[in-house]
C-alpha cells in the first residue's frame, strides 16, 4: 500500500484514531495531494491473483482546471526536494505512471470565455509539467434554435419582424408589437451566444486535441441522465 500505510495496519489504525493524517494533510495541504495522486498510482499498478491488473481503469476525479497541472505534478516537485531514498523513489513512481502513455488527462469545459480560457491555459500547464492531455469535454451544449441565416439577421437586430408576426398568427396567436419586439429581443440574445458559444469552439479546436460534446439536460442528472451522457461520450469516442 501507498507509503508502507496498509488499511488494516497498525500503523495506520493508530494514525487515523489520533487524527494524525487529518492534522497533516491540513497543516500542509500539499500533502493531501501526494497522499492522493500516490493512491492513484497504487491503484493503477494494483494486480489481481492472477497477475492482470485489478482495473480496466481508473478515473481521478482532479480538481479544478486552474490548479490541475500543480496537482498533478505535485509528486515531482517533491521529488526534487528528496534526492536519495523511498520518498524519491515513491515520486518518481507516481510521475512514470502519471506521464505513461496509459494516462490521458481529460479537461471538462464549457462555452464561455471565462472557462474556455481557462481550458487552454491549463492543456499548457500540462504540456509544460509533461504531462498527458487527453481530450476536452465540452458540456452544457445548447443546439441553435434558429437557421444560420436567421441567426445573423437576429445578431445584427435585423430579424423580420413581420415573419415572426406573421408566424405568430398562423399558430393562432396574438401578435401585438410589444409581444413581437420581444421575441425578436431573446432571438437577438440568443444568437449573440451562439456567436460566443462558435468563437469558444473555434479557440479550443486550436488546442489540437480531440473535443467531445454534451448537451444540456433540462432536468437533473438522475441515473438515466448518467447513462445517456455516458452513451453519447461513447458515440463519439471517447473511450
Not at 480538481?63 to 496537482?71: D, V
Not at 526534487?80 to 515513491?90: C, I, S, T
Request: glycine share 8%.
Amino acid at each position: 500500500m501507498f507509503y508502507k500505510l496498509s488499511r488494516t495496519g497498525v500503523a495506520a489504525r493508530t494514525l487515523r484514531r489520533m487524527g494524525a493524517i487529518e492534522f497533516a494533510t491540513t497543516v500542509a495541504p500539499g500533502l493531501r495531494d501526494v497522499l492522493l495522486t500516490g493512491k492513484v498510482k497504487e491503484a493503477v499498478v494494483r494486480q489481481d491473483k492472477g497477475g492482470r491488473p485489478a482495473y480496466d481503469a481508473v478515473v481521478l476525479d482532479a480538481p479544478p482546471t486552474g490548479r490541475i497541472a500543480r496537482f498533478l505534478n505535485i509528486s515531482a516537485e517533491v521529488g526534487g526536494l528528496a534526492k536519495v531514498g523511498p520518498l524519491k523513489n515513491q515520486s518518481d513512481g507516481v510521475m512514470a505512471v502519471l506521464r505513461s502513455p496509459a494516462t490521458a488527462v481529460h479537461l471538462v469545459t464549457l462555452l464561455e470565455e471565462m472557462p474556455v480560457q481557462e481550458t487552454i491555459d491549463g492543456v499548457a500547464e500540462l504540456r509544460a509539467v509533461g504531462l498527458p492531455v487527453g481530450g476536452v469535454i465540452v458540456n452544457a451544449v445548447r443546439a441553435p434554435m434558429l437557421p444560420p441565416a436567421d441567426l445573423h439577421a437576429a445578431e445584427r437586430g435585423e430579424l423580420d419582424r413581420a415573419a415572426l408576426a406573421a408566424g405568430l398568427e398562423k399558430a393562432g396567436l396574438d401578435a401585438p408589437e410589444e409581444l413581437v419586439a420581444a421575441l425578436a429581443a431573446d432571438a437577438q440574445d440568443h444568437a449573440t451566444r451562439v456567436a460566443l458559444e462558435e468563437r469558444g469552439r473555434d479557440a479550443l479546436a486550436a488546442l489540437d486535441r480531440p473535443s467531445f460534446e454534451l448537451p444540456l439536460l433540462t432536468d437533473s442528472v438522475d441515473l438515466a441522465g448518467l447513462y445517456e451522457l455516458a452513451e453519447l461520450l461513447t458515440a463519439q469516442g471517447l473511450t
